[in-house]
């Protein structure tokens, strides 16, 4: 097995180069042309061995593909499209090349979809693998879906199931757990904890359906922390409240027999990393987009003018279920 | 000492958000106006603690500016005017949060000089801490300075000297050696180790002697891994060879008295991070440049059509002084 020591860093980049546009590599920087009257959209994450992905429940393709997905949805939360990422690793020199090209390979497959390049990086020694991912897209400024422009009455749209990335993760950690799910629906959690997909596919619904109706009045995010945490800063920055329909939050089917409601609905809001859009826009509309998506896309409530986020239990308000930011995740509390 | 585990990553955001401008934080992605006629120049970096900055030799303050500087020298090398900074920062919870406050602190006092903002970023938990940064700048087509269009017949200019930031590690890591150096001379090699400046200042004189002569007929990068590989690497990218007159290669002048020949010249050649650009041009224009700007720039060259890179002593061709990359620095090999 070579390591990456036996070829050193250009040796390794030789490698690598195979992954990039041949135009856009070996200068300081990475020259890209953008679309004149659109904005540039740029997001970061950095993701460390041990801590964001490990090789217990994560290949390297995986980690690569997770990584990047993570970053495109960012864009998709913003309204934009991807122009390119960069990637900077940090790696021991005992780490086989070939960990290294399977990440890159999940890097690859994931950005293929969108037809969108790795147009630079640094790779660079380091005691523990790290990965810092830079996305850039281009989103028209009559387009850019904010976190603070939620207006009471706007319904809340989720695109998708939660709670199926997290599910998939605890059968990855304990393969004891989950007895009662047939191998389809083990792999399809799984799968989609290790493949998560940005919803830029729900973009192009966005612009038909608001085609004369600029700026587009939608706000909201992504829900990469979890759906409550999605909710609850959409609220912060907008100065409003929500009302959330349990019953409503969708999830994947095979919960039902599988885990309680409170536990089902714990992991829908709590699990995180689904990369949904949560979507606040004005009723009918958002009524609209729900058949326009037709893929689990649902309403699960409405922005209030109140300063909490509740939870009704068939149009029941319960006191003790407001949800707070401290049930998600904080990264240094841990 | 407040660390970052007791005030967790929201807490940390929070301090460091006066870093940051307040209309681009808070969101998915930061968003930013381009001028639509340029393109799009994006550039990165990762930084290891122990690797490439230690608290030995490098404040967190001079961590950051230097981190930074390294960037925007990379956009200097295109011919770009820098946009804005992202900040990808693993941290070890009992980090001190003041040294992260720090590393901001020095990477604002940088990018001031530019006017140019830190528009995004991702903290995470990391055994180690690490520090990724990607940079973006916009330059005009008929602008860009690429490494693979040098011309036979062209003269090399560098825009200072070089082995400083090398002499002023060194000093650094053993206080003992410089015994012949004035405190005064100590300290600008040390500054010139923990203080570079991108060459941004450089572009506008090109622009101004290259008005009517577009696309500017210049070739180039900067000298971020010795002035040796960057020689090299533009001979490479080009197709070319290169003489060098080893007397014209411009150091610092506590040199004189303090190193020999043959050490000054190895510094300069191979020390790395002085972070000047190497710029190829028509040997009138080269005169031009060198005179219009003023501050230790020299033609210390010219391109050849031979294959290597040559080093002449007062015009004599030493025969085994033919550059090479292996002196220069490779990451891993170390």
Redesign the interface.
């Known amino acids: 097995m070579t390591n990456?020591?036996d070829?050193?860093?250009?040796g390794?980049l030789e490698r690598l180069q195979r992954f990039c546009p041949p135009e856009i590599i070996?200068?300081?920087?990475?020259?890209?042309?953008?679309e004149?009257?659109q904005?540039?959209?740029?997001?970061?994450?950095?993701?460390?061995d041990?801590?964001?992905f490990s090789d217990i429940t994560t290949s390297p393709e995986d980690a690569g593909w997770r990584a990047t997905a993570a970053n495109l949805?960012?864009?998709a939360?913003?309204g934009?499209t991807p122009?390119?990422i960069?990637?900077?690793?940090?790696l021991p020199?005992d780490l086989s090349v070939s960990w290294v090209e399977s990440l890159y390979q999940g890097m690859t497959e994931c950005l293929q979809q969108y037809h969108t390049p790795i147009?630079?990086?640094?790779?660079?020694?380091?005691?523990?693998t790290?990965l810092?991912i830079?996305?850039?897209?281009q989103?028209y400024?009559n387009r850019?879906i904010?976190?603070?422009t939620a207006q009471v009455g706007d319904a809340i749209v989720v695109t998708g199931v939660h709670g199926a990335s997290h599910a998939g993760l605890q059968l990855l950690l304990d393969p004891k757990i989950g007895k009662d799910l047939t191998t389809e629906e083990k792999n399809a959690l799984i799968k989609a904890h290790q493949r998560p997909q940005p919803r830029l596919d729900v973009l192009p619904h966005l612009w038909k359906i608001f085609a004369s109706q600029l700026p587009i009045p939608v706000s909201g995010?992504?829900s990469s922390d979890g759906l409550a945490d999605a909710v609850l800063q959409i609220c912060r920055?907008s100065g409003v409240g929500a009302v959330l329909e349990s019953a409503q939050i969708p999830r994947p089917k095979a919960f039902d027999h599988w885990l309680t409601e409170e536990q089902a609905l714990k992991y829908a809001l709590y699990g995180g990393e689904d990369f949904e859009l949560v979507l606040c826009l004005p009723p009918d509309l958002a009524n609209t987009l729900v058949q326009s998506l037709d893929q689990g896309a649902v309403i699960i409530g409405s922005i209030t003018s109140d300063s909490n986020v509740s939870l009704l239990h068939q149009n029941v308000k319960i006191p003790d279920q407001v949800l707070t930011?401290s049930q998600g995740f904080?990264?240094?509390?841990?």
Request: glycine letters at 14%.
């Open positions: 990456i020591k070829i050193g860093e250009q390794l070996g200068d300081d920087a990475a020259v890209l042309v953008t004149p009257t904005c540039l959209v740029v997001t970061t994450d950095m993701l460390v041990g801590v964001h949805s960012d864009l939360a913003m934009a122009l390119g960069t990637v900077g690793l940090g020199g147009v630079g990086g640094d790779i660079v020694r380091s005691p523990i790290s810092s830079t996305a850039f897209g989103v400024p850019i904010r976190r603070s995010m992504d920055a930011l904080q990264h240094f509390s841990q």
